[in-house]
């Protein structure tokens, strides 16, 4: 869901007015906003087995996979380097302990360690392959997408050039082993699959 042209126009008036729309948008509806490439992007909330996917991946990297000093968090947003007003709000984001304390609204990119998207049902491929290319504009070092509609998981690494260099593809049954700072593997096993869908 894009912002119409009228509102484009006034939201460009100066820095920072599209931020503005986007919280209130939030607050009004309950729809995670993002601003990317100077567009609000607008996702519905998520069902309850996108949910199920975040809780069980986030008690796994809380009990085996964070470095001493990081953590893990849901609802927290990083900026995007091309525009001032461009954000986007992983499912997950692991960021140094010091976040909590912080007063600001949007984290650092190059604090983050790792950002996880759990694909929702409606995304389109573009959409998918655009939301890989903004993390890796920002430089984010470990982009992990889940994809309940085919039980399958991608690990992105080493963004260079606006590109990620190493992508690596898993099934759901097939562990993540992440790349250091990390500790070890998250495994897949029962991660929910949205519909019908069968495990492979």
Do not use: C
């Amino acid at each position: 869901m894009s912002l119409s042209p009228d509102a484009w126009t006034r939201a460009h008036a100066r820095p920072g007015y599209l931020r503005e729309i986007a919280e209130k948008i939030e607050d009004a509806t309950g729809l995670r906003v993002q601003i990317v490439g100077g567009k609000l992007v607008m996702s519905p909330t998520p069902r309850g087995k996108h949910a199920g996917v975040v809780k069980r991946l986030r008690r796994q990297l809380e009990s085996a996979v964070l470095p001493e000093g990081l953590d893990v968090y849901e609802v927290s947003s990083i900026a995007l380097p091309e525009d001032p007003d461009d954000y986007v709000t992983p499912d997950l984001i692991v960021l140094p302990e010091e976040w909590e304390e912080d007063d600001n609204w949007l984290a650092d990119p190059e604090d983050s360690a790792l950002a996880v998207e759990v694909i929702s049902p409606s995304e389109k491929s573009r959409e998918i392959r655009d939301k890989a290319d903004w993390y890796a504009v920002a430089r984010v070092p470990v982009l992990l997408v889940i994809d309940p509609r085919h039980a399958t998981w991608t690990l992105h690494t080493h963004p260079d050039n606006g590109a990620y260099q190493d992508v690596l593809p898993g099934k759901f049954g097939e562990p993540v082993r992440l790349p250091e700072p990390f500790g070890g593997e998250v495994a897949t096993d029962d991660f929910p699959v949205y519909g019908e869908a069968q495990r492979p």
